[in-house]
């Protein structure tokens, strides 16, 4: 039990570029140089389960670490080292569902201590419950893209939403003047598409405090002031991925007649903070499991970011390459729909090949071709294309990862179309039955 006041509690989120993901050596070494300020307890948030090299440093100087996380289990079991290892995908975790985001991980671990703060005469009775917090979690929840399909997220995310259209923090505030969107409420949509991306722009392109700043400001106009940094690096953000798909579409389509299931993907101009929107996008145009590599600060080393099809989880499959080849992978960690590696940079093309041949492994002797997928929910009749429909699939909501918005088809006449969107990729339609 360590007995320490508010102004001893610090903060410290690790930069993509410079330290890497999770508890990465670079955020190591940054907490262990300074001798006389160690931390006596680290709890990390949506990281730490393939990190035990890294938190066995950390315990040699005394530190506890108390690990917090929803990333999939290695092989290997949970990091010895780690003090505790709360983690929903562990095979002996009780909890109802496995697929929360790490955020809500951290919020159930924070709700419980508060329980046993009370139980124990440490916090009185009337302290604040932490459902004020749920804004947080659903939008972390959604910018995770978890499964929507579960009870525990479908739930955190509608009473999440239910907070934040309150719109009693400044953020909020600032986001809905932003957005324009003064007579509607933020929806699961906005999660995905409209906040998420400007929260994860920073980090993504440069440092992400100011994400951390934009969320906790006092005022509206300081949220308001952040907001705008972030807006800007998320326009940032939409060029270097249209400059790296150019790029990577060519070399995808070279890559296809030596790779039959799936892509891996490199090129030194690419950036590691947009990696991962890179891969979604192959993923989505050529139907496969891809992997997009980039530079990062040390010359023999790459960082990865992977995305995959449903018949695929990308994590197994990185993890069959791993074991195969340990001194070739550096280290992974992520789950069935997503993950992230380091990869020694001189063995690209025969990392290719194995993860080509690991993902092969998981596909069907059906799966003779893979291919883009649309899913439909079939046609709606005549009468069915009405108003009443609309409200009855948005009492469907919220929409999500494995729980997608509807998508309908049909044959219908073009009467007018036109180009929308600042850069007028998007098209507005008027059709006729």
């Not at 999939?72 to 562990?90: D, K, L, V, W, Y």
């Not at 997009?292 to 449903?310: C, F, H, Q």
């Not at 994590?315 to 992974?332: H, K, N, W, Y």
């Not at 429909?389 to 509807?406: C, D, N, Q, V």
């Amino acid at each position: 039990y360590f007995d320490v006041g508010e102004e001893k509690i610090q903060h410290l989120i690790g930069h993509r570029i410079a330290d890497g993901y999770g508890i990465s050596p670079g955020l190591v070494e940054r907490i262990l140089e300074d001798k006389n300020n160690l931390p006596d307890i680290i709890i990390t948030a949506d990281c730490g389960s393939s990190d035990e090299l890294q938190i066995a440093r950390l315990k040699e100087q005394g530190i506890v670490v108390i690990v917090t996380d929803h990333h999939a289990i290695p092989q290997e079991g949970i990091p010895e080292s780690a003090f505790a290892t709360i983690n929903p995908t562990r095979a002996d975790c009780s909890y109802p569902d496995s697929t929360i985001a790490g955020c809500m991980v951290s919020w159930l671990l924070m709700s419980h201590l508060r329980n046993e703060l009370i139980n124990k005469g440490q916090l009185a009775k009337e302290a604040p419950k932490l459902s004020g917090l749920l804004d947080f979690v659903s939008l972390g929840t959604v910018a995770d893209a978890v499964s929507l399909l579960t009870p525990v997220n479908r739930a955190v995310v509608t009473v999440g939403l239910k907070v934040m259209n309150q719109l009693q923090r400044p953020c909020w505030q600032a986001m809905k003047q932003l957005l324009e969107r003064d007579f509607q409420v933020f929806t699961a949509e906005d999660l995905g598409f409209q906040i998420g991306p400007r929260i994860n722009a920073r980090s993504r392109m440069s440092d992400p405090y100011m994400a951390l700043h934009y969320l906790c400001a006092a005022t509206l106009v300081q949220s308001a002031q952040y907001l705008q940094e972030l807006d800007k690096d998320n326009q940032s953000r939409k060029e270097t991925e249209k400059d790296m798909l150019e790029i990577a579409y060519a070399l995808a389509k070279e890559q296809l007649d030596s790779l039959h299931w799936s892509l891996v993907i490199y090129d030194k101009a690419f950036h590691a903070g947009v990696q991962g929107i890179v891969a979604s996008r192959l993923m989505e145009k050529f139907g496969r499991p891809v992997i997009v590599l980039s530079p990062t600060n040390e010359p023999e080393k790459l960082t990865g970011s992977a995305r995959t099809i449903d018949r695929v989880h990308i994590r197994d499959a990185i993890e069959t390459v791993a074991q195969s080849q340990p001194d070739m992978v550096l280290g992974f960690g992520g789950h069935k729909g997503a993950a992230g590696l380091k990869l020694d940079s001189s063995r690209i093309e025969e990392f290719a090949a194995a993860f080509d041949k690991a993902v092969e492994q998981q596909l069907n002797t059906d799966d003779t071709d893979l291919r883009p997928v649309i899913y439909t929910d079939g046609e709606l009749a005549e009468d069915e294309l009405s108003y009443e429909t609309i409200a009855e699939l948005k009492f469907l909501e919220p929409y999500g990862r494995e729980f997608e918005a509807p998508v309908f088809e049909g044959d219908f006449e073009v009467q007018s179309m036109r180009s929308i969107g600042a850069d007028g990729t998007h098209l507005m339609i008027q059709l006729a039955t």
